[in-house]
């Protein structure tokens, strides 16, 4: 298989993981939303060198995938490949800040515990997207936001910038496909190509879109109405979301006293 | 319902680049007929569903759907009457699951969702897709995906088809349940294609394009017979009347 059409089929998983049907897939979409968003603001708001604290917060994820039914290695091996972005935001810390710190019998620059701190946060706020996405897909994104009763304008600035991704990324891959079929299978475009290439691209998509967005209007479709299912909170939504919250304020309270 | 499903007058459009497709074209429609808009590639028959469907606006000339002019006020309205299968699928079918995609339509229509599901099913089961229900569309085969995209329209109110190119790159089956289908089909459908063996199957009439224009119209036995006129145009006879 043509090493594109892997990578294609992969960015493609996470909408198919949205139609799981688990216990987590099936509660109303504001209870994922709410506790992945709380999830992420506790995860955020640990000083930048609390590096211990962040331990125990490691264990959501897979957790969360557990009872998600999702393949936690999938969504981990995607989160590593925007690793590189956050090392090179964290990496001028151990440089720069170079205060000695002794943990145990070790003395090292307060700066890479900072990095450290960054790594773990950047890496654990991304999968908690992934693993958000995975669950609710974007109509039950769209839900989520409407009910927790933010403008219209809102999701549906969402919405597009989600879906032009998605067709960016599928014309990005169809081109590549065919020149890397018709390049002797060298998956790297030449210099001189990259000038016309993404031009394309861009055209191609935004035509696309729009052809789309015809057919979308065509079958009545209105920006203030979201994607999908209408559903009501029930009980199990809110003990979800609610508990979880409860786990996360108490992780958070322990930081201040302990 | 009208007696006139769709009414064309004097329809003309330029695309930006400065290419003139359609030239000054009139026709109308009768309710619950089926006709083939047939013609070379380039000859505007896409330009004209579209203008039709009320996706572009026309530089001159008018569109009736069921008597009623279509403008920029009532074009939502009028749209709810209309259903247009793209001539690719991967553009009508948007949504995470195909069950999703045909409940699209009564979704947005504002049905209960025991009768949005109700319709999606008889719409699935119509085309013969309820199998594929939970798969994601891009998945699908191009045969498949033809037939969602079909049970996507049939799943709405639609009274009138536009169909572009139903039958394009299906295999011998695909094409023959999907001419099935459209056949028994009671909308009034306008259907563009080089299938010159589905309009004669399946259609009361044949419109001819050529070069923005209409060169003729008739019953689809009597056009699609008609030797000089079709290669005139770019065309060649149906094979079903070329074999013996």
Known sequence: MVVVTKQELQFRKFEELACISSGVHQLHPVAPFLVILAYIITLTSYPSDAFINLIPLTLFPPIFARLARLPLGLLVRSTLKVLPLIIVIGILHPLIDTRPMQIGSFTLHHGWLVFASLLIKGFLTILA???LISTLGISG???AMKTLGLPPVFYLLFTMVYRYIMLLMEEVYRVLRAYELRSGRKPKLRAQEWGSLPGGILLRTYEQGLRIQHAMEMRGYSPKQPFGKEQSLERKDILFAASWLAVFVCLRMEFFHG | MADISIRVE?????YPDGWKVLSDV???LRTGTSVALVGANGCGKTTLLWLIAGLLEAEQGTVYIDEILLDRKNVRTLQKKLGL???HPDDQLFMTTVRQDVEFGPRNAGYEEDEISRRAEEAMKRTGCLHLSDRPPYRLSGGEKRMVSLATLLATDAEILLLDEPTNALDPRS?????NLLGELEHTRLIATHDLDMALDICDEVMVMHR???A????AQLILKDRPLLESVGLESPLSLVLP
């Open chain 2, 212 to 214: 923005g224009s209409i």
């Open chain 2, 26 to 28: 009139s026709f109308e």
């Open chain 2, 85 to 87: 299968a793209f001539q």
């Open chain 2, 216 to 219: 003729a119209r008739g019953p």
């Open chain 1, 141 to 143: 994104l769209q839900r």
């Open chain 1, 129 to 131: 997207n992934f693993l």
């Open chain 2, 10 to 14: 004097g329809l003309s459009y330029t």
């Open chain 2, 175 to 179: 094409r023959r349940n999907a001419i």
